[in-house]
């Protein structure tokens, strides 16, 4: 494949194929918002390092980020606090179910990665106490790469999951009794959950991933994070950012991404383009099956695996 | 850096920059004949794509090859069994240290993956039981690849192994009790400790991995796995390759990798070239801490990193 | 020993050996107004079926009564709600240090038994959903039984308890998370911290457990358990009651028992009598030194163990 | 109840109550010989301390004794080692099920106590370590103490147990990994199958149990432990001697009791008497479902439980 190419075959060529799969999982149950989004719904977009985008499907309709925005407070809080973070969040895999309390409490707090749910917390905790405005920073954020202003939290989904945010609250406690978050739990609760509800389409998302494929440096040319540190986050989605199902996305699609609950997956081509795939219905490990099936397909199809 | 480049300006900068590194690490000490290495030996090797090896150091001498088997096992598996395979040994990284009987038990007997003792036990145990003779079966492959028919079984070290082999009888104990090991535990022990104590070069493991960077084809043209499967493998290595420290080998150096508690690690640079490189000074971890660090001074320098 | 003896005699032979224990322990230092008690205090009570009491020592000096209060708690849940509260919370000892959320992801949300934090939690937050009053039908309880009505809850304790409640808090949200908490986290928190914050000396806390060796009844005549209910706590405080030292207390006490970080022990000698010790120095399991010491004393003396 | 009444009446009104048990439960089914037993048999004896028996159903009817040797072998192996024995083994209950690996791990190869198979087997290796051959050595003191010649091992058991040993095999050689087995582990499992597969009846077990109710005193006279160690093993069998049934058994029953996978149950009334139990049919914790009930049929009706 040339550079020259247009990605525009290739994802219609997709679209079509992943229009046969027979069954396309469940959307996300855990709050009524997620759960009533339509499994058959299908949007892909790849941008190219210069913001070209490229789309199909509903790439241009906003779903729910959820987990996907994981990666992007990573990135904001390691381009303040640097390698210091890491005494306070690993970089291996958890090889547990992404809520599991076990590895915490034998590792005294501190959560094996920044893309498990404690892990994230954690992020951004620190980001919290850095900036005073976590979720406000990772909005102006995405709003600034992805060129639309228009991105915003949904309320009602924030709201949804502090409602049913026991799991978490008890993972912010846990940390706090190893002295590991810095903010009171339901400050802190009230800015993950904000994070997570940020709406955005695939166009916004793979946009906004550009910096991953550009080593480091953001849509206006300044740099956000060194060559080094945007290989780091790029290394740490490839072993850790679709929970318990990483071995089989780096065999299947091996690329480095993160999906969400929302049903959307961001993926990184370095030094060539990103990718944002959404498709609500998700399998049982809660990644977006049309989703994985497509971005598969686009590896095989294109040769752009690092494999 | 062109194809047409050679290896060997690099290799040399890359071992004298080694030779300044402080620490070490200690060999392995729990077989007297790893403990007695000096860990201050440092050599590896480059083979290209055709079989041109660049080396430096000692990159002729013979160490003891150990958990770097596991890959050509599992390759040798695969071709035979294919997917069936993986409905014994799981592909996501393991989260835990790699004698762990925690997971295993939690998960009924199916190991997380391939490169954990529990999964190399499995993964030999059904090469065994096609073939006859792992253990003959994996030499054979290793003399063919590298071209050296002067490799061979290090009696001493698999007789070492074997008195010290509790912690792997309990591992082939406890799954066969789950009914995931079909040979007498003994005469499975045997073959899985013969095979890690094949003794080899940086220049013979370098060219003996060649089929994962041509695709899956051996070094005669004739395929052993196909394009699928060695995606797969190297997947496999890049995610659980390094016991515990996938995640920060992944970002370090970028590419799919297995190290040995020998102090050998082997590497891939899918398309282009294989590595390995060998000192016995190992980190708490378990890998070559000279080795790590070459690596990732490798990809530094070539920018041949898969980030 | 025959019925018409006096405790006395044993008693103080008992304080006189005690007063040799080389070492005391050290007092709990999880909150400072624990950590200032001195570790050589020492009081001990015993109170016969009638409500006759003899003591000697610091048995009249009130100290913080903290985990004693969930057999009291127990008993109270136990008599409105019987044997549905067993779906709630288990009978079994919990082989883990007393904090522990393994098993508690383990077995879905339901604590081991009443007697860890989070057993404790589902007691008092099932009492509280009953009464709208926990903390207060405890203390009414206390009172009653002890004929002290100076009896109180120390806020000072309590308030401190709190502030560094996170592992507790944890505990309640994920059992919330699993539906097995009816109460909001806060509030509930508040009744446990204020039930564990009251003080009682010995003397009131030996008549209070007198009903457990009274088969239920309580100090004016009326029941309070059934007779089976009863043996139900005194098994529950033996195989329970001591946090991960159940089973050496069991054989060198041999008595049904419930410790408390505050230093204080009940027992109960079925049948026969109750007995409270005390003292602030505590064991690497946060049981008293001093306190499992002379209860020891006093079965080998007395005869009384129920072994 | 007086001594001088006699136990025929109650154990004739128990077997009539335990045959209109609805279920028995299942026999053990993971050897052929155990699970062709009928779970409605049942037999039932109490031994007085003079060594005078009473019994009902097929109480003088051989079955497999199992776990219930437990308690004779640690009871040998603490008479010659004394309290030496507990650096090796724990006394405190396990919390998990009965064969669990976890917490053998996270305790370095010590067992939480000598009933889960974990600890049977430290205690075995050790006796047979000061014996030369633990089995014969409580094969000789369950004959003298049963006043019954004819007690042996069943072979087919025996070999059958062994053929399906995998799970203590592994067991055992994780032991060994850390330094807490002395023996060579297939010697180990030949001499711990043996003891398991020892055939005797109700009346047998009871009178062999018989030193527990006189405080360590054998058959003959003779003292085989101290007051104290018959106290410890009475509250180790209390705690710990059901499986993970250990609280419930505590508060049906209240007595010191061990149960084997055959069937059969063991108590002890210290100072009183003693019983077994037998029928083949197991509850899901591997206790006898029609054995526990009549145990709790006869601390109701005799009023003799600890409690």
Redesign the interface.
């Given at each position: 494949m040339t550079s020259s190419m247009t990605f525009e075959p290739v994802l219609k060529r997709i679209a079509r194929e992943v229009e046969q799969l027979p069954g396309r999982g469940r959307p996300a149950d855990y709050i009524p918002v997620l759960a009533a989004r339509d499994p058959r719904r299908f949007g892909m977009a790849v941008a190219e390092l210069d913001g070209t985008v490229y789309g199909v499907g509903d790439w241009r309709e906003p779903f729910s980020a959820q987990s996907i925005t994981k990666v992007f407070t990573l990135a904001l809080d390691l381009a303040r606090e640097g390698d210091a973070l890491w005494e306070h969040v690993?970089?291996?895999?958890?090889?547990?179910p992404f809520n599991?309390?076990?590895?915490l409490?034998y590792e005294n707090g501190i959560p094996?990665?920044p893309f498990i749910n404690a892990g994230a917390l954690v992020v951004t905790d620190r980001l919290h106490t850095r900036t005073g405005d976590a979720a406000g920073e990772l909005l102006a954020f995405l709003r600034a790469e992805s060129g639309n202003p228009g991105l915003g939290f949904d309320t009602q989904v924030a709201a949804s999951e502090n409602a049913h945010g026991?799991?978490n609250?008890?993972?912010?406690?846990?940390m706090?009794?190893y002295g590991n978050i810095g903010n009171p739990?339901p400050e802190l609760l009230d800015q993950y959950f904000r994070q997570c509800s940020i709406s955005a389409s695939c166009a916004d998302l793979a946009l906004a991933t550009g910096f991953l494929a550009r080593h480091g440096i953001r849509a206006d040319g300044g740099r956000l994070l060194t060559r080094s540190q945007a290989?780091?986050v790029?290394?740490?989605m490839?072993?850790?950012g679709t929970y318990?199902?990483?071995?089989?996305f780096?065999?299947r699609v091996?690329l480095?991404g993160k999906s969400g609950v929302g049903g959307g997956i961001i993926a990184v081509v370095?030094g060539r383009c990103t990718l944002c795939v959404w498709s609500p219905g998700l399998d049982e490990r809660g990644n977006s099956v049309a989703g994985v099936a497509a971005l598969d397909r686009f590896t095989t199809l294109t040769g752009l695996?690092?494999?």
């Open positions: 690993g970089r291996e895999p958890s090889g547990n599991s309390l076990v590895q409490e094996r990665n026991d799991r609250a008890a993972l912010a406690h846990f706090a009794a739990v290989k780091q790029n290394a740490v490839l072993t850790c318990d199902a990483a071995g089989e780096a065999y091996g480095p370095p695996s690092v494999f």
